[in-house]
């Protein structure tokens, strides 16, 4: 694991590094993202609909295989999500996009 994985374990996208409590808050309703170059984060999808989460996310990031590109995250189908807060499902890894 290089240096770059290993600050995104454990924090929610979109967080700082360095932001004292960057781990998920109570309340909130998370996916996990899986594979790719935001292993290990999660995604706060409070408040999303069901056919927003259906259609996954394109993150903006600087580690994808496009500097200054996105990451695309997607539900594999047959995938649901658990309703309520917590990590509630996964996003696996789909590409990278400029």
């Not at 994985?5 to 454990?10: D, F, I, K, N, W």
């Not at 999303?48 to 990451?71: C, H, K, N, V």
Request: proline share 12%.
């Amino acid at each position: 694991m290089n240096g770059d994985e290993q600050l995104l374990r454990g924090r929610v996208y979109g967080r700082d590094h360095d932001d004292p409590h960057p781990g998920p808050l109570p309340h909130h309703t998370y996916a996990t993202l899986i594979g790719g170059p935001l292993d290990g984060l999660l995604l706060d999808i409070t408040g999303w609909r069901p056919e927003d989460i259906g259609a996954g996310a394109a993150l903006p990031t600087e580690l994808g295989q496009f500097p200054g590109g996105r990451s695309v995250y997607e539900p594999r189908p047959g995938e649901r999500c658990a309703p309520g807060p917590g990590v509630s499902c996964r996003f696996h890894y789909a590409g990278d996009i400029r």
